[in-house]
């Protein structure tokens, strides 16, 4: 009397838990490092970003250039019309218009004022900074959430490779019991029962293509892809010793990423600018003193002087210095003060609790990673004891010791056995590269 196929079953399984089809080791496919570069270039949230980052050198530039002279150019031209029995000869030629013409050359430069243009300037230096380091943070969440989905694809992919395997067992194990049935070894009852869990497993193959087809098209979105733009996946060969990584101690992780995560260089550089705003803020109560130079002329009709004759007459140059001090306006100046420390107290708390939430998020991720390696290492050790089991369940029921009930029981916890491994895999994989990537290492597949 033949056997079930239980040892071939379980080859292909591991098969597909460990590469996934055969034929997804030789696709042109998109490799994670395609998708993450594609995404840094294309992603819209990144983008925005960088335009951020261009309004903020503009507003630098334009700080600097507040310490510098100011050169302005004026000129007008007017007009008048009067009773000409009121005004001279020359009005009255004129039809009782007069018409006048003046230009102006006027220059400015702050010399002193309390040190809130030179602050200015550092402020909008460290504002800079800040959105650059924003730029750098958007990317590094950008591959983090590639990675993260692009393996959720891989995922899916080897569990519908597990789902179709169990389906070819049920429907072998459904041929072998209408051999068994018509031999009378089993019943009507125990036939309909492998025919039920041989739809069952159609089903769940059906769902597992849908898992499968549903992650691809978010990627797909996660890249900014068109809907015209084709897009497969490339699966690679991922081999099972990446669970074995030792996970870094999380003092070591925690002090890597304070040194080197962009939000946390932000967040620093957030404590800084609140500084210096309220050093701006205080130097509103200073003196200020500016310097003002300026050159001007103009031409009147109501002479008989010419054009250019009037305009090298009448040129006057001034020059002169402004002394502010501000005595009494409101207490607008101490309240500014007041807030610009309030909001330092304010960025000094962000900037803790920037701390403590990366703190928390790393032992979170970290934890994820131990606790996958362990249910890993523990399911394989599940996974080899419902191997046998089964296949010993298999036998007996071939003998027709065991029940249908009980085969299909057996046969249940090794597939859950193989689902749990492959789910504990891919959790340390992913918690391993958001660590690494956390240190400022690149992540890699």
Excluded at 109 to 138: C, F, H, P
Excluded at 382 to 388: I, M, P, V
Aim: charged letters at 20%; one cysteine or more.
């Amino acid at each position: 009397m033949s056997k079930f196929p239980v040892k071939g079953f379980i080859i292909a399984a591991a098969a597909a838990f460990l590469a996934g089809s055969a034929g997804a080791q030789v696709n042109t496919g998109w490799t994670l490092r395609e998708c993450i570069d594609y995404a840094l270039q294309n992603n819209i949230q990144i983008k925005t970003q960088e335009v951020s980052l261009q309004v903020a050198d503009a507003s630098l530039e334009q700080a600097k250039a507040q310490q510098y002279p100011t050169l302005n150019f004026s000129s007008s031209f007017g007009a008048n019309f009067q009773n000409v029995t009121t005004y001279n000869e020359y009005m009255e030629k004129a039809g009782g218009m007069s018409v006048s013409n003046s230009f102006g050359l006027n220059s400015g430069m702050t010399l002193y004022q309390g040190g809130r243009l030179r602050n200015s300037v550092k402020q909008s230096q460290i504002q800079r900074d800040a959105s650059e380091l924003d730029v750098e943070q958007s990317r590094i969440d950008m591959e983090i959430s590639v990675a993260q989905a692009f393996l959720q694809v891989l995922y899916n992919k080897e569990a519908l490779e597990l789902n179709r395997q169990a389906e070819s067992l049920s429907a072998r194990q459904v041929e072998r019991g209408e051999q068994l049935f018509q031999a009378g070894s089993i019943s009507r009852v125990e036939l309909a029962q492998l025919k039920s869990q041989h739809a069952s497993d159609q089903y769940q193959t059906v769902a597992a293509e849908n898992t499968l087809e549903s992650s691809r098209l978010q990627l797909k979105q996660l890249l900014e892809l068109g809907l015209d733009e084709p897009f497969e996946v490339c699966f690679p060969t991922i081999d099972d010793s990446v669970v074995g990584t030792p996970v870094p101690e999380l003092a070591y992780v925690y002090a890597e990423a304070l040194s080197s995560l962009p939000q946390m260089k932000s967040s620093a550089l957030g404590l800084e600018s609140a500084d210096l705003a309220v050093k701006i803020a205080k130097g509103s109560a200073l003196p200020s003193l500016s310097l003002n130079a300026g050159i001007s002329t103009g031409y009147s009709s109501g002479s008989d002087a010419r054009y250019f004759d009037q305009l090298g007459n009448k040129l006057g140059e001034s020059l002169g210095l402004n002394l502010s001090l501000p005595i009494f306006n409101g207490k607008q100046v101490r309240t500014n003060v007041r807030k610009a420390e309030l909001q330092l107290e304010t960025a000094r708390l962000q900037d803790e609790s920037a701390r403590k939430q990366l703190l928390s998020t790393l032992e979170s991720v970290r934890n994820d990673a131990v606790s996958a390696q362990q249910r890993y290492f523990a399911s394989s050790m599940q996974l080899a004891a419902a191997e046998e089991s089964f296949r010993l369940v298999t036998e007996q029921f071939e003998a027709g010791i065991k029940n249908t009930v009980e085969l299909l029981t057996e046969k249940n916890n090794f597939l859950n056995a193989l689902s749990q491994q492959l789910q504990a895999k891919y959790q340390a994989l992913l918690a391993e590269k958001v660590l690494l990537r956390y240190m400022n290492h690149p992540i890699e597949l």
